[in-house]
């Protein structure tokens, strides 16, 4: 099972995060991440290897911020490697997307079973996928609906996915908020 944590704080949030994915780390999984809003712009650290491994690359590319998000996954869509790790990116569309900051960061666990259509959808519309996973599709989505309000962007998203899921999802433009989403899929808040 994946396990996701997302927090939101006015100190450095990454430690509550990485200890989250410790105690997630029981429960087994292939790769794991961390992404945070910093200075602006989203950045993020992610390891195919145990929670320790990401915790030294968090230290060694200063991965800090009051919010964020944390990953473990067990892969279901596209092997696991780091470019299919959770936490994922948007950058907008367009074929230099990849090479623009990311405004959107997106964790999920589930299945979302509409996946290849709405990827085929989004493709049309300009954007670059850099993994083989069906939530980098629920990244782009939440983009793609984006109008200055990332609960209605999250809401309408939603709307259009099959499947059961539980999503944390934050924007580089609302720095001091994390939107979650769930069907059929746990999701508790506190």
């Excluded at 954007?127 to 609960?151: C, K, N, P, R, W």
């Amino acid at each position: 099972m994946c396990g996701i944590v997302g927090a939101v704080s006015t100190k450095n949030i990454v430690p509550v995060l990485l200890e989250g994915l410790r105690r997630l780390e029981y429960r087994g999984y292939d790769s794991c991440g961390v992404a945070v809003h910093q200075g602006g712009q989203l950045k993020r650290a992610r390891s195919t290897s145990r929670v320790a491994e990401l915790e030294a690359n968090v230290k060694a590319e200063e991965v800090q911020g009051g919010t964020g998000i944390a990953h473990t996954r067990w892969a279901t869509h596209g092997a696991p490697a780091v470019h299919n790790a959770h936490p994922h990116f948007s950058h907008g569309p367009g074929a230099d997307a990849q090479e623009r900051p990311g405004r959107v960061a997106l964790v999920h666990n589930g299945i979302i079973e509409n996946y290849e259509e709405l990827r085929a959808g989004l493709q049309a519309r300009g954007y670059v996928f850099s993994s083989q996973t069906d939530t980098e599709v629920i990244a782009h989505l939440v983009d793609s609906l984006y109008d200055g309000d990332l609960f209605d962007a999250v809401k309408a998203a939603v709307k259009q996915l099959h499947g059961a899921y539980a999503i944390a999802v934050f924007h580089k433009d609302e720095p001091h908020r994390v939107v979650g989403a769930r069907a059929g899929s746990p999701l508790i808040l506190g």
